[in-house]
């Protein structure tokens, strides 16, 4: 019995300017203080790479201020003997940050998981779960640019117990192979197994609504016994939708990018191609463009918005907004690239007080769609890439 309470939470660029006003999320550096503020024996934080400083990429502005404040409160805690266990993936990106050596010196425990040996990916999860009771889920690296320059977004729930610790077994499956020569093994041990997923949600009270919820993970070879796949329970929410399906994501593409030869891939286009075909299901796909954008990404979307017929009530609409996410849909990212999912349902009632967060996440999407950022597809034709002048 988990009455929960649950926020949204968002990073905003600094130079991304939204009208006075406009609907927001809590932010994110708000939450990750508050977080590390209540926390009391133990953070698990499961992590692509740590880089809070500025001074790890020779950078030195105010912008990196708020990643090393973080960076402090974690070395606080340590002080104040609160456990600190972080899984990170090996090899990092941030090659020059001493973070998690910093950490370790203070007595943090971190392991550092060779995910291309084991599924040929990486470990491309990003959540924290404190006293085993708070977790924090989201798209934002443990990086001070996730913080002031790239746009992030997660929730934070709180005294939800239930929740913390099925996700603290998939922490675990990372945890448990950070060591030399690990096998995933097959099948796992019961101990990682779950109750909670796509046909059996956990119902939960979020801010006092009763709410259906599961965690779902990725690749499949990290779902032990019980455990959803993140695609199929993306997919199956697709499937499932009756009005609408709004979409906001880094990199779409229905291929693999990183395997040689690519390979073709539809499954997540199959799907929205369906819903919007056969259904009558509003598709809006808003879509990070910037300068690091595959070029070929946008005949994928004009292939998908060609779709678009509404004499026959077939709606198919993308967008491309001018900024960095860090979620990406292609292949790799459900096949051999470890992440987490957290997939909720809450029912209107005519009593309650309180926005459904289907509602919450609706405004902001459409915040983001219908802003000065948005572009249609148009607007970056005969651009070699996305960073057009706006």
């Not at 590390?36 to 790890?56: F, M, N, P, R």
């Not at 030399?180 to 019961?190: D, E, S, Y």
């Not at 209107?348 to 249609?376: C, G, I, M």
Request: proline share 4%; with cysteine; net charge negative.
């Amino acid at each position: 019995n988990c009455h929960c309470s649950f926020e949204l939470v968002e990073s905003v660029p600094y130079d991304l300017a939204f009208e006075i006003n406009s609907t927001a999320a809590k932010p994110l550096y708000h939450a990750w203080m508050r977080l590390l503020d209540i926390a009391q024996e133990e953070i698990h934080v499961a992590s692509y790479y740590w880089s809070l400083t500025g001074k790890d990429i020779n950078v030195n502005d105010s912008s990196s201020k708020q990643g090393e404040d973080i960076l402090k409160r974690f070395e606080r805690l340590l002080a104040d003997n609160v456990s600190v266990y972080v899984a990170a993936s090996m090899p990092t990106l941030a090659t020059n940050s001493t973070d998690l050596e910093l950490l370790e010196e203070k007595g943090a425990h971190v392991k550092k998981i060779d995910f291309g040996h084991l599924a040929g990916g990486v470990l491309h999860s990003k959540f924290w779960i404190v006293d085993m009771k708070h977790i924090y889920i989201g798209s934002a690296n443990m990086d001070w640019r996730s913080l002031s320059q790239v746009k992030e977004f997660g929730a934070v729930i709180y005294n939800c117990s239930c929740l913390a610790k099925d996700l603290w077994k998939t922490f675990s499956t990372y945890w448990d192979l950070g060591h030399a020569n690990a096998t995933i093994p097959f099948p796992w041990p019961l101990n990682y197994s779950t109750h909670i997923n796509k046909n059996r949600p956990l119902e939960v009270e979020f801010n006092g609504i009763l709410t259906k919820a599961y965690l779902t993970a990725s690749p499949p070879a990290f779902c032990p016994e019980g455990r959803t796949h993140d695609l199929f329970a993306i997919i199956s929410i697709i499937s499932e939708a009756q009005e609408f399906v709004y979409v906001s994501v880094m990199e779409y593409f229905p291929t693999s990018r990183f395997t040689h030869p690519e390979r073709y891939w539809p499954a997540i286009d199959n799907a929205l191609r369906s819903a919007a075909f056969n259904y009558g299901v509003q598709i809006r796909l808003l879509v990070s463009c910037w300068t690091h954008s595959d070029p070929a990404m946008l005949y994928y979307l004009r292939s998908l918005r060609a779709l678009n017929n509404p004499r026959a009530h077939i709606s198919v609409d993308v967008l491309l907004f001018h900024c960095i996410g860090t979620s990406n849909w292609s292949e790799d990212y459900f096949i051999n690239t470890a992440g987490v999912g957290l997939i909720i349902k809450q029912n209107s009632t005519n009593l309650q007080r309180t926005q459904l967060l289907q509602e919450q996440l609706k405004n902001l999407f459409e915040r983001d769609w219908n802003s000065k950022y948005a572009v249609n597809l148009e607007d970056v034709e005969g651009q070699e890439d996305c960073n057009w002048r706006g």
